[in-house]
């Protein structure tokens, strides 16, 4: 059978944190069953939350990833700087040069799926080919019955967005269940229904990517889909559990949740080619910024944890926050998380904050007089509030 060649591939990682250096797994896999190009690259996405410097622009909302590039949260007045995967894979790509791959390129999400659409449509004489690529299995996000679901923004959005730019592909899945993020028996079933092509993972291309997470990415950025999949992989169990914890932070706040993970070691001996057409995703909207994701999503289907409960960005001017702590917490922490997030709020960390206005409704009365309730006709279903005065 003939095995596919290509001239020039991308694989992109679809939901940030370690899918960028899962793409690593996915480039080996290909090669090992006979897939070969002439020049690889890898990508990953580009929180719309979050600053970055020394990058090269690529053109239409992508950039070139380099070992010196570093990421930052920034709230006003505060500019932290915190882990970026992508430059630490950057830097494994320059010294090493593995599998003929080039260089990494990091695709903006600041202007959501269709500007995911628009980087991949320009880039066409650049990529013969995509290989989307998931490691745990949450890009198959199926709706509200999925209750632990953590991280369902990023994968949709890449998504959606590669359906809509027409590019050549395939999704690249690996290590059903060890992202917490679905349970096993959905999943497989998930696979089945998707037509999902299996090929067994070789204990060398496992060895040979556990080798490189331990050398570049784990002194920088631990996580847990990786070393669960490293371990499920070995396992001979049938099950195996860990407890997930669940992390929602504000300034130097941190609150945890936690809940069962359930892994299936044998749908981890394996990877899956899918057909990205075959996954029926409700979170995978058209959209063009994040707040028209978190509308058309948390607002007009149903609330979840995402990327977005806490953060930052910037709508009409003025910096903003997502004031809306993830439902997995109890009604305790969410209460005081939103008590935290007006008192920053009137001490200028941001202009407004976004809010549903079933949230605000837990404030007291006197406190809700202190501010401004302002609505807005595409905020529809959220409370943009501002405080009366400042602290």
Same mark, same amino acid.
């Given at each position: ?8 591939? /991308?694989? !992109? ?44 622009? %690529? ?49 903006? !999400? ?10 991949? *449509? ?6 013969? %080919? ?11 996000? $199926? ?9 369902? *923004? ?36 998930? /696979? ?49 559990? +860990? ?6 932070? *504000? ?18 001996? +394996?990877? +899956? ?29 149903? $609330? ?62 006197? $406190? ?21 005065? $400042?602290?």
């Amino acid at each position: 059978m003939d095995t596919p060649q290509f001239k020039n591939i /991308l694989f !992109l990682g679809m939901g940030g944190g370690n899918d960028v250096f899962s793409t690593l797994l996915a480039a080996k896999s290909l090669w090992n069953i006979g897939w070969r190009w002439q020049e690889a690259f890898l990508g990953g996405v580009l929180s719309p939350f979050h600053e970055y410097t020394d990058l090269i622009d %690529y053109g239409y909302g992508a950039w070139w990833t380099r070992p010196e590039s570093t990421r930052f949260l920034v709230r006003m007045h505060e500019r932290r700087k915190i882990s970026f995967v992508d430059a630490k894979v950057a830097e494994l790509v320059r010294e090493n040069r593995p599998l003929n791959i080039s260089g990494v390129l990091g695709f903006s !999400l600041e202007e959501g799926s269709i500007g995911m659409a628009d980087a991949l *449509m320009h880039a066409r004489d650049n990529f013969d %080919y995509v290989v989307l690529v998931d490691v745990g299995g949450d890009c198959f996000y $199926r709706g509200a019955q999925d209750t632990h679901v953590i991280s369902p *923004m990023f994968d949709s959005m890449v998504l959606r967005g590669f359906l809509d730019s027409g590019k050549p592909g395939i999704l690249f899945e690996a290590g059903p269940g060890t992202d917490g993020e679905m349970d096993p028996e959905v999943l497989q079933d998930i /696979l089945r229904q998707a037509s999902a092509v299996p090929f067994p993972l070789k204990p060398g291309v496992m060895d040979w990517w556990a080798q490189n997470y331990r050398i570049w990415i784990a002194p920088v950025r631990t996580g847990n889909t990786v070393p669960r999949t490293i371990e499920a992989f070995a396992s001979g169990e049938k099950e195996v559990q +860990y407890p997930h914890r669940v992390r929602a932070h *504000m300034g130097s706040t941190r609150l945890y949740t936690s809940f069962t993970q359930r892994v299936w070691p044998a749908l981890c001996k +394996y990877f +899956y080619l899918v057909k990205p057409e075959a996954i029926h995703n409700p979170f995978a909207v058209e959209c063009r910024f994040p707040e028209d994701w978190f509308i058309q999503t948390q607002v007009h289907q149903h $609330r979840t944890c995402c990327e977005a409960n806490l953060e930052y960005t910037r709508i009409m001017g003025k910096q903003c926050q997502f004031l809306t702590p993830a439902p997995l917490f109890p009604l305790a922490d969410q209460q005081a998380i939103i008590a935290q997030g007006l008192q920053e709020l009137e001490q200028g960390i941001c202009d407004a904050a976004l809010m549903f206005p079933r949230d605000w409704e837990t404030v007291t009365l006197e $406190r809700r007089n202190q501010f401004w309730v302002l609505s807005q006709p595409g905020l529809r279903g959220l409370a943009w509030v501002q405080p009366k005065r $400042r602290l």
